[in-house]
Structures are given as structure tokens and as C-alpha cells.
């Protein structure tokens, strides 16, 4: 903000003259668009929390990473603009204060001891103070929100387009169980020239020689690298701020501020597929499912939201009162896919050209991989392919016969067989167990 020292004292019925001149554009652009934003980001998080469950292998850590920058980058500028309208708020008042009451605090009418009164003398700011640090708080906040998601923008290009050259790679040379080492190879390097650059110029750049080739070198690289957004070049609104707070606290301030936006951003997606079970319960134990005595109403359909996308086995209904039990297993290709992988590839389904005979191979090796249990013998039972167009979602229907069962609570479960024998330190497959009455 730029400072008039021949200025004269500011009229209390009008705005200071040191008033940030953007001030009414930074309102209009918050209050518009704040609303907006928090909506965006809820919609992403619906959008996150139906499509992820559907991705395996590179195509779920692509989406994922894409979904975390993203996603924080809508949630840190909702949040800097709900912020700014706050301290902006705050900055309306003291303005109105300061214009009805333009003597600011009497002390003699206060019911207050000298030294409360001496106290609030040293340490009390004048109004004009307390006005103009709310408004450079304002601006400060306001700019800073907006750099730092131009700061995620050019990251999350990058790591983008390096993850999905990765993939193609991958999905090409038939390599894909080596993608950690790939990323991992291609971070350095892309990020390990950045540093040995800037390494290079801070101790060394005086010294290098204009035309000389490590000269030539090291702007060369620089300028590479401004051009992808990764320097101080790329950013005016963080250099200027880190310049005249400090370098190290703005880097410091700017880190902690991308770190919890990218917390939440997974915090959020985590906490829309699964229930914490927030509130004061004390003692009162937790019913998850497959616990002895617990129901969990995820595993039935009546208590599912619409547009919900189920990862775990579940039933019509609690209470069955016809004669078939309506077992559904969602196909979640991040955890049933190296099955389907495995059925697809073998040598029945291979060698099937006909469509039909195929899909009969590929769901009788799938289902012999899964086993369901009533009451804890074996269901002796070939699934259907199952698909519900709603909610976009495939996998295997169990019509489970249920007419000569006895009036009260049984159970049903799923769970997929080991492919080999269990060591004595492995622990056993997962099991769902439901829970419903006749």
C-alpha cells in the first residue's frame, strides 16, 4: 500500500485516504464468487467420491493426485475469500465505528482501575491504526489465497502430464508393476536440476563469467523452469510478499497453507466414504460391521442415499420376507481387479472368441475365487451378472434361497478365497458378514 505522508488527518466520515484502492474490486470478486466455490468443491467432492471407487492400478493414483490439487486449490480459495469477507467485515465496522464515535475510547467513562486504564493506554492502537492494518490484512490475505493456487496450478500440471507419460509408458512395455521406481526416477529428474541450479547461482552465479557456457547453462535451465511455473518468476504475488516479510517465514507461511490445503482435500474425500462416528457416544461401543452383535446399515440398499456408490457386499433389506435372499457384491476394480485380471487371463477365456462362452469363463473363475456362506456353510450358488443403471454400478447378484430358514436373526457372508496356502503369520481374508432376520 502506498503511503502519503503529506497527507492530512483522515476525515472520520470518509474512507482513510490510505484505503487499499482495490478494495470495493476484492469485495466484489469474494462475495461473488465465494458461494460459488464452496458449491464447486462440494459437487468435486461427489464427483471424487463416485468416480475413485470405480479406478485401479495408474488410473486411481492419476485421479487421486489429480483430485487432491484440485480440490484443495477449491477448497484454500473458498476459504481465502470466506476469510477476506470476513476481515473485510471487520474492517466495515471499525470504519462506521470510527465515524459515529470519531474520538475513539474515553477512558474517564470507563469503570475501570487505573492501572486496567494505563494498560489499555500503552497497548491500544489508535482507530486509524486498527483501520489500515485491517485493510492491508484484507489485501494481504486476498492475494495470497489467489498466489498460492496459481503455486498448485503449475505443480499439479506437471505432475500430471508426469504421471500420465508414465502411464502410457507403463501400459506400452507391459511394465506397470515398475511404476513407483519410474515416478520416483522421474521426479528427481525434473526436480533435482532445480535445485542443483539454484544451488549454483546463490553460491557460485557471481562468479560465472557472461557468454562462458556454465553462464549460458544455468540461465538456460532457470529460464526452463520459470516457463513451467517452478520459480520465483513464475509467482510476482509470493515473491513480493516473501521479500518483505522474509523469505524463510513467507516459505514457511506459503508450505504450512498448501500443506493443510491438501490435508483437508484428503481428510475431506476420506471422511465422505467413511463414517467417524463424531459426537459424544463416551463408552458406547462402535457397530462395525462383521462385529459379533452389530449391524451397519451400510450393508443394506433401503439405507442407501441415491446417489451413493457401494464398495462392500450388501443386501435388499434387513428383514427378508420372500423366499430368496438378494445378495449384491460390487465389482471395485481397486480391490477385486487382479481377480478379474487373473480370469481374464486364462486359458478358457483366452482361447474363447464367441462373446458369450467368454463372459460364462470369466464368471465362473471369478466366482470360484469369492465364497458365500449362510450361517456359516457354504452356498453352493452360480452369481448373475449384475449391473444398476442409477447409480452406475456393476458386479454379481446372489439369489440366495432362504424359504425353509427358521424365523429369527442369520447371518450371510463374503469373502475371497487365498490364492495360495496361508502362512502361519498371514492373516486370513477379509470377511463380510451381514446380518438379517427372517
Not at 464368471?363 to 453352493?380: A, I, M, N, W
Request: a neutral charge; charged letters at 20%.
Amino acid at each position: 500500500m502506498n503511503h502519503d505522508e503529506g497527507n492530512s488527518p483522515d476525515d472520520a466520515h470518509t474512507l482513510p485516504k490510505r484505503t487499499t484502492p482495490t478494495w470495493d474490486m476484492e469485495l466484489l470478486l469474494s462475495g461473488a464468487t465465494v458461494f460459488a466455490l464452496f458449491q464447486g468443491a462440494q459437487a468435486m467432492m461427489a464427483g471424487g467420491a463416485y468416480l475413485l471407487p470405480r479406478l485401479q492400478g495408474d488410473l486411481l493414483v492419476l485421479a487421486e493426485m489429480l483430485f487432491t490439487y484440485g480440490y484443495g486449490g477449491l477448497i484454500l480459495l473458498a476459504l481465502t475469500f470466506a476469510l477476506h469477507l470476513v476481515i473485510r467485515a471487520y474492517w466495515v465496522a471499525m470504519i462506521g465505528m470510527n465515524s459515529v464515535y470519531p474520538n475513539g475510547i474515553k477512558l474517564d467513562a470507563l469503570n475501570a482501575g487505573p492501572l486496567a486504564k494505563s494498560l489499555l493506554t500503552r497497548r491500544g492502537r489508535s482507530m486509524e491504526d486498527r483501520i489500515e492494518r485491517a485493510d492491508n490484512g484484507a489485501t494481504i490475505v486476498f492475494g495470497i489465497g489467489v498466489s498460492i493456487v496459481l503455486v498448485l496450478v503449475p505443480v499439479a500440471l506437471v505432475v500430471t502430464v508426469m504421471l500420465g507419460f508414465l502411464t502410457l509408458v507403463g501400459w506400452l512395455t507391459g511394465q506397470q508393476e515398475k511404476m513407483t521406481w519410474l515416478i520416483v526416477a522421474l521426479m528427481a529428474a525434473v526436480f533435482v536440476p532445480y535445485m542443483v541450479l539454484t544451488t549454483v547461482d546463490k553460491r557460485r552465479g557471481d562468479r560465472l563469467a557472461p557468454g562462458s557456457l556454465g553462464y549460458r547453462l544455468t540461465l538456460a535451465g532457470l529460464e526452463f523452469y520459470s516457463r513451467i511455473g517452478l520459480s520465483r518468476a513464475s509467482n510476482t504475488l509470493v515473491t513480493v510478499f516473501s521479500s518483505n516479510i522474509g523469505e524463510r517465514r513467507g516459505q514457511a507461511i506459503i508450505f504450512t497453507v498448501i500443506l493443510v490445503a491438501m490435508l483437508s482435500s484428503t481428510a475431506g474425500l476420506f471422511l465422505s466414504q467413511k463414517d467417524l462416528g463424531m459426537g459424544s457416544f463416551g463408552a458406547f461401543p462402535d457397530p462395525r460391521r462383521g462385529m459379533p452383535s452389530s449391524v451397519d446399515g451400510r450393508a443394506y440398499a433401503s439405507s442407501h442415499e441415491p446417489d451413493w456408490s457401494p464398495t462392500s457386499p450388501y443386501l435388499s433389506d434387513p428383514v427378508v420376507s420372500g423366499s430368496y435372499l438378494r445378495l449384491v457384491v460390487p465389482y471395485v476394480p481397486s480391490l477385486h481387479g487382479h481377480l478379474m485380471e487373473k480370469c481374464a487371463s486364462a486359458p478358457e477365456a483366452r482361447l474363447s472368441a464367441e462373446e458369450g462362452p467368454r463372459r460364462e469363463a470369466l464368471r465362473s473363475c471369478f466366482t470360484r475365487q469369492l465364497q458365500v456362506q449362510l450361517d456359516g456353510e457354504k452356498v453352493t450358488l452360480v452369481p448373475e451378472w449384475y449391473t444398476e443403471p442409477v447409480r452406475d454400478l456393476r458386479g454379481l447378484l446372489y439369489m440366495v434361497p432362504v424359504r425353509d430358514l427358521a424365523k429369527g436373526r442369520h447371518e450371510v457372508s463374503v469373502f475371497a478365497l487365498p490364492s495360495k496356502e496361508l502362512k502361519a503369520d498371514e492373516d486370513p481374508p477379509q470377511r463380510e458378514v451381514i446380518p438379517f432376520w427372517r
